[in-house]
Every structure is written in C-alpha cells, then in structure tokens.
C-alpha cells in the first residue's frame, strides 16, 4: 500500500526541520508513494533563514496523510488557529504524526500530546513544560509515544524520520536510506555547551 508523507510549511519555519525530513522521506519512497508540502495558500512560505518554498498542496486540497511533519521555528510562535484546526484534522487518519523542534508546541497546541512524552529543542523544554499536560523529555534525539514521534532541534529531525522509515518498510530499507544519504553524523567540534 502506497504511503503519503505530508510536509508542513509557513512562514519562519526552520530550513532544516522540514527539508531534513523531506530529504529522507522522499528517497525512502517506494512505487506509488508520495511527499508534499503542505501550506495554508498556494503561494511561496518565507522559511526562517530566508529559503522560500512553494507547496504543492494547500490546507483544502491536500490529500489525506500516512505520515504528518511539523517543523519548528519561529513561526510556531504565532497564534493560527487554521493551522492547528488543519493539523488536528490531518492529524485524525495518520498512521504517524511527527514534529521536529519546537513543532511539537503546534502538536501541543492541537491537542494532539496531551499525557504523552515528547521532546523538544533544547532551548524551549521548560516553555513547553509550563504549557502543561505533557512529559518532555530532555537530552534525547526524538520521542516516541503511541502514533506521535517529536524529535528535537533541526538535525534530529533526520534522525526521526530514518527512524519512521524503518517503521514504515523494516529497518534494512531504513539503513538502505541512510547509506544514501552518507548519513553518519561526525560533528567536527565537541564542546561542553
């Protein structure tokens, strides 16, 4: 059966939580698979560092969704209750629903990680944590809990969708991306922060 992975863009959303993403689910995709992006208007997001992205779908024509991906940045700051009643609503039939960074306040928002465990980038998990009724979990690459996996700042969005791959078509075809994407992080500096 064909999966469809959604994309979620606006304005200041950050480059690398939804291009990392979009990078690993489209060379994962088999025959018959799809990834879109996904915006509220069919006209070009301004992404956080300047990066702008037409989406192929917006809110009212987008295709029903196996795997929903929330970026962070920003633009997650602003109140948009299209945007949550959409995610809520894709949300509904997904078989995955992930976030990336400071996503995981628009899954909050929507009331979709109420009494789950979900992470965040390291600088906003006491913000998400006063939001109250959620676990956040700290010092981890993502977070899985039922059908929601939130992932933490920017890179780990890679690593949280390798990981959905593996979930999707069997860890064998996960590594098989991976190996693609001459994906194994060797940071060049590290630092006490």
Known sequence: MPFTTGVLLFDDAEELDFAGPWEVFTMARMEGDRVVSIAERDEPIRAAKGM????????????????LVVPGGEGTRRDDPARLDWIKSAAADCTWVTSVCT???????????????????????????????????????????????????????????????????????????????????????????
């Open 52 to 67: 702008r992205v037409l989406p192929d779908h917006t809110y009212a024509d987008a295709p029903p969704l196996d795997v």
């Open 103 to 193: 996503g995981s306040y628009l899954l909050h928002a929507a009331g979709l990680v109420a009494n789950r465990r979900v992470t965040t980038h390291w600088g906003y998990v006491d913000k998400l944590r006063e939001q109250g009724n959620v676990t956040v979990l700290e010092d981890i690459r993502y977070v899985r809990d039922g059908n929601v996996v939130t992932a933490a700042g920017v890179s780990a969005g890679i690593d949280m969708s390798l990981w959905v791959v593996g979930q999707l078509y069997g860890i064998p075809h996960a590594r098989v991306v991976q190996r693609l994407m001459e994906y194994d992080p060797a940071p060049p500096y590290a630092a006490e922060v």
